[in-house]
């Protein structure tokens, strides 16, 4: 399997890349729905994220895009409440992280997948290890770190906003 299609599939499943408010965890008895899909060159899936956030937000939903063969926009639109704080969206890799000026690249395998902060593109993101696991109930994997991009809920001007991340490989 080729290192961005490993991504992708991490990405369907939604495991390894979540939006995370207040440094609260999603509610695990929240429904996620599908509210739209479309099928052809550019396929693309809408999911309804509101039901896992516990009211710490009005509305959040997720979109997929597959831009091209090798390309992937996620894209979050949030409504916030007077119970938002702070926004974390995160991604959980094994890949090396460098991080550049214009983003970041992942190296796994000889292969690379290059992540982009359309939205907020100035910000820096932060690369956490979590080996070993921040709890003592958590399994050990080795060389698994986390990627995060924080954002204060007053970037989110009216209530609302979006945040655009682009996953590319080679």
């Not at 991490?10 to 979540?18: E, N, P, R, T």
Request: aromatic share 8%; with cysteine.
């Amino acid at each position: 399997m080729y290192f961005c299609e490993e991504v992708h599939k991490q990405i369907i499943y939604a495991k390894d890349i979540d939006p995370y408010f207040n440094g609260e965890l999603h509610a695990v008895d929240g429904m996620v729905s599908l509210i739209d899909f479309q099928d052809g060159k550019q396929p693309e899936a809408s999911f309804n994220m509101t039901p896992t956030l516990a009211g710490l937000v009005t509305r959040a939903t997720r979109r997929f895009v597959r831009e091209g063969p090798s390309s992937l926009l996620i894209e979050d639109k949030l409504e916030i409440n007077e119970l938002t704080d702070m926004i974390t969206w995160q991604l959980m890799t094994l890949a090396e992280v460098e991080i550049t000026n214009s983003g970041i690249i992942l190296h796994q395998n000889g292969q690379q997948l290059r992540l982009e902060n359309l939205s907020h593109p100035d910000m820096r993101a932060s690369v956490i290890s979590l080996d070993p696991p921040p709890l003592e109930l958590d399994r050990r994997i080795e060389n698994l770190k986390r990627i995060e991009f924080r954002y204060p809920a007053y970037l989110f001007k009216d209530g609302s906003g979006e945040i655009r991340i682009r996953l590319s490989g080679d």
